[in-house]
Structure formats: structure tokens, C-alpha cells
């Protein structure tokens, strides 16, 4: 019911728990507290709504609903099928089951996930002769199970797929970035949603429409057509019409701000202009075919951010040349600006040749990355790269 409040779990992407942090605090959250790639927050129904379609570094909304001790493989099996589940599923529904272990009794999370699953068709056919039936893809019901040495929470995921799926991406290239990511690199950054954004190797353009839609208000799953709790038995359309109207109410658009993008590949810039256009941003967000060594500065002083190749995905021929490229590029065209690069190759990175003047630790999927700033000036102010 809203008004009631639940003890929520938010997951995201390891080095953005501060930011999903002031996120919830922004929507009513109470007493967020940061955890390990998670923030725990208390909230109604409505907070849960808003969680899910405002919150741009969320990855999952979880409402843990029942917590108990284990001390064998029984227990777990048990424990489950004794739950009320019921109270959120039919017989005639179709279930999913997620789990995460560390440090516990059981050796495999799918096992876990198997397990539980048995458990609650068990209870529906014995109870009604009926029994749920998996659908991995887009079920009634998603269940996670988090099992922690003998601490096992069940909890259910109100998101269903993950947030980051927004919706706007028709067309990717090879190694797109994360949407939560992108949404996190660009707060982390500390743009003033004013100075023009650049985005240099803008692939298909995430980074792009990540800046143009917090500029512009646009909420997170604007573009998104299917959450989680719209599945629940306790949904409740009006309240979340009203979340969603509120928020609408709150999209303006900057008169006068450039979000610009260039990639070197006529394709992959193609499927970034349909991504815009799909979005209906490109009254603020601009691309132009051009490598980044052939850019031209699209003003005076800006902030760029940037997600260049790994060397992972996207193979390079020497990394070490193509940082250095990167800082060459820097230092002669882009003084009065600020720039961001991400990047997992933490060697061939330093050869960009500058002291940051700020650095976080991020993951790309399982990739340890540096999130690097550096501060643009004239002459004897840039410095070296030292790790």
C-alpha cells in the first residue's frame, strides 16, 4: 500500500554507490546507506515506482521479503517452501529465480537458483495441483536470492530486466558502454548540465543521450515499456501513472546547450543519429564524422568524456600509440577544457601524458577501469601522468 514503508535494496555498478546514493536521497528516499555495489534505502510504493523509473545508476530495485538463517542444504529448500508465496504468485504464473552466494554452504549460484525454484513449484502442487512454470526471459515474477555465509534473503525484483535497458538503443556497435555506467560517468564528472558536452569517440552515442536526457529532465525509463512490479498482484496503475505524470511535468529543455559527438566510422555514427532521433534529442545533441585526431573543437571550453577502446573488444595495433594519440589531441586542440577518459588498459592509459586532476575506480561489466580528469590549461601547467 503507499504510505507503508518497505526496506528496499538498489543495485548498481561498483564505484557508483555514492551516486545512486544522492539519487535516492533526491526522490524521498530514507535512510539510503551505501553497501558494497548496492545502496539500502526505506521507501512506500511510490519510492519504489520512482526508484525505478528516475534513479539513472540503478541496475535493480529489490524488496527483500523474507530472511533466515541456514546451516545445511536442506535448510535453504525448506525455508523457501514454507514461505508464503502465494501472497505474490499464482499457480497459473511464470517465475524466474536469480542467485548471488559468497561464503556459504552451497558451491554453485545456479544450483541455488534451481533449488529454490523447485521449492515453490513443490508448495503450488501440492497445495492446488497447478504448478508455476519458468520463464527466464520476462516472467511474473523475478526472485533473487542472496545467500551471505548463513544468511539467505529472498528478495523480489521489482525492476525485472535491468535498468540499464532504457529502451532508446535500436542500434549498438561492437563494444557499447553500459547505460548505468554512462549515467555515472557523466555525474561523477561534476558537469554543470551548462558547458557544452563532448564526447569524441561517441560510438553509438549512450554517453550522448545519458547527458541530454539528465539536462533535460527526461527521466531514465522514459523509453521503457515494461517494469517488474507491473506484474505484482498488488500494482497499483493509478500510483504509478502519477509517478510517471510528475515526472513528465519536469522535462524542459536547455535553450542553449551543445551536446556534441564524433566517431571516425560513417556506420557506427549512422546508428548514433537514429539512436538520437528515436530519443527526439537532436535539438541538443550534434554529430559529425571526424577521428578524434582530426577534430575540431565545437567551442572555446567544454567538458569531454569519453569511453575509447580497451583493447578488449575492439582490438588495437599499439595502445601505447593510441593514448598517446589522445593526449597529443588534448594538449593542442582542447586547452579550456576539461576532459574525462574511462579505460581498463590502466598501462597503456598513462601514456596520455597528463596528471589527472581526478580519478575513480569504475567496472565496466567485469572490467577494472580508470575514470581520469584532467584540467586543460596552457603551457608549464600541464604536468605528467603519475599513477
Known amino acids: 500500500m503507499p504510505g507503508t514503508t518497505s526496506m528496499m535494496v538498489a543495485k548498481t555498478v561498483s564505484g557508483l554507490e555514492q551516486i545512486l ?7 524521498g528516499a530514507l535512510n539510503a546507506e551505501v553497501m558494497n555495489r548496492a545502496v539500502s534505502f526505506e521507501g512506500d510504493k511510490a519510492c519504489m515506482y520512482r526508484a525505478n523509473y528516475l534513479c539513472r545508476t540503478a541496475l535493480r530495485i529489490l ?4 530472511v533466515f538463517e541456514i546451516n545445511s542444504q536442506e535448510d535453504l529448500y525448506r525455508e523457501i ?12 504464473s511464470t517465475l524466474a529465480v536469480d542467485a548471488v552466494i559468497s561464503y556459504t554452504v552451497f558451491t554453485n549460484s545456479q544450483f541455488v537458483a534451481q533449488k529454490t525454484k523447485d521449492a515453490i513449484v513443490d508448495r503450488f502442487r501440492e497445495k ?6 519458468v520463464d527466464l526471459e520476462n516472467p511474473t515474477l523475478r526472485i533473487n536470492v542472496h545467500l551471505f555465509k548463513n544468511t ?7 525492476s525485472g530486466q535491468s535498468l540499464h535497458k532504457r529502451g532508446y538503443r535500436k542500434q549498438t556497435g561492437i563494444a557499447p558502454i553500459n547505460e548505468v555506467l554512462a549515467a555515472g560517468l557523466i555525474r561523477l564528472s561534476g558537469w554543470d548540465m551548462k558547458k557544452p558536452l563532448l564526447d569524441p569517440m561517441c560510438g553509438s552515442g549512450t554517453i550522448l543521450i545519458e547527458a541530454a536526457m539528465l539536462a533535460s529532465g527526461i ?5 521503457r515499456s515494461e517494469y517488474g512490479f507491473t506484474k505484482w498482484k498488488d500494482f497499483d496503475e493509478a500510483l504509478w501513472e502519477r509517478v510517471k505524470k510528475e515526472a513528465v511535468e519536469k522535462i524542459s529543455f536547455p535553450d542553449d546547450l551543445r551536446i556534441v559527438g564524433f ?9 548514433a543519429v537514429e539512436n538520437v532521433d528515436f530519443t527526439g534529442l537532436d535539438r541538443l545533441v550534434f554529430m559529425k564524422q571526424a577521428a578524434f585526431e582530426d577534430s575540431i573543437p565545437p567551442s572555446a571550453e567544454g567538458v569531454i568524456i569519453t569511453n575509447p577502446p580497451y583493447d578488449e573488444r575492439i582490438q588495437l595495433e599499439d595502445s601505447v600509440a593510441f593514448y598517446k594519440m589522445i593526449g597529443n589531441v588534448l594538449k593542442r586542440k582542447y586547452n579550456g577544457y576539461k576532459a574525462w577518459v574511462i579505460s581498463s588498459d590502466l598501462e597503456a592509459i598513462k601514456f596520455i601524458g597528463l596528471k589527472p586532476s581526478k580519478k575513480f575506480k569504475v567496472f565496466n561489466g567485469p572490467l577494472e577501469c580508470r575514470f581520469l580528469g584532467f584540467d586543460l590549461y596552457e603551457g608549464k601547467k600541464q604536468n605528467k601522468f603519475t599513477d
Open 219 to 223: 527521466p531514465s525509463g522514459n523509453f
Open 81 to 92: 517452501k514454507e514461505f508464503c508465496w502465494e501472497d505474490h504468485l499464482d499457480a497459473d
Open 263 to 271: 566517431d571516425k566510422s560513417v556506420m557506427i555514427l549512422r546508428k
Open 21 to 27: 546514493k544522492s539519487e535516492l536521497d533526491g526522490i
Open 128 to 133: 492446488t495441483g497447478k504448478r508455476p512454470s
Open 152 to 158: 539467505c534473503t529472498l528478495s523480489l525484483d521489482s
Open 63 to 66: 524488496l527483500p521479503v523474507h
